[in-house]
């Protein structure tokens, strides 16, 4: 693992450093993709990194959203348009995205103080799809269309759970659609052959005791 500009998990796959309290990462390959998108107001930087890593902005052809958080699509828009890359999404995230729907609890207090442009979706994921060689899993209860991504052993997990100091947490009921549907989905997790877990907020980890604990439970 190497540290400088960004943190590189294995070769080909990026943790952007500028993004670091909801992460976005970056699959360098034939064609390049984007993770999730960041907070808004960083798409400025996000676009900086990735030309300091000598990426062609019209080189990233796919955006995939984990979910319908404002963290994760806050630039959405902005970096569909420098790009020219295509965005997916879950069909039901997708009124949450696109402003049809409000989002639930706490989070419809935050979207009335912190705005984003909004972006159009242009592909929603069936489940279980393989997207140039990211498989997509649909693991609702985070919010309705959460969904997870492998590319060969690194997993993404969105905010399925966030990690702190190596341990692994979940977030807030609050902050969860729906806490059994939640459970539910955290039980596939142990089926999953992955050597890196990579969630969205706190530090991506190498599968470990940790991690084995943790999936066991569900």
Known sequence: MLKGE???????VNMLDC???????????????????G????AEKILSEIKFMNIELNSIKHILLTHHDIGHVGNAKILQDETGAALWA??????????KKSRLGVKR?????????????????????NIRGIRVIKTPGHTPGHVIF?????????????????????????????????????GLLKNLECEWICPAHGTPIMKNDIWEEFVKKY
């Open 6 to 12: 960004n943190m590189e998990i294995i070769e080909g």
């Open 19 to 37: 993004t670091e309290k909801s992460h976005v990462y970056l699959i360098r390959d034939k064609e390049n993709i984007l993770i999730d998108t």
């Open 39 to 42: 907070l808004p107001g960083e």
């Open 90 to 99: 879950s069909k039901e995230d997708a009124p949450y995205i696109i402003g």
């Open 109 to 129: 207090i935050i979207q009335t103080f912190i705005r984003y442009k909004k972006p159009i979706i242009n592909y929603f994921y069936n489940g279980y799809e």
């Open 150 to 186: 492998m590319y060969k052993n690194v997993l993404f997990t969105g905010d399925l759970f966030k990690i702190v100091k190596e341990n692994i947490k979940l977030l807030p009921k609050d902050r969860n659609w729906n806490q059994y549907n939640l459970e539910k989905s955290l």
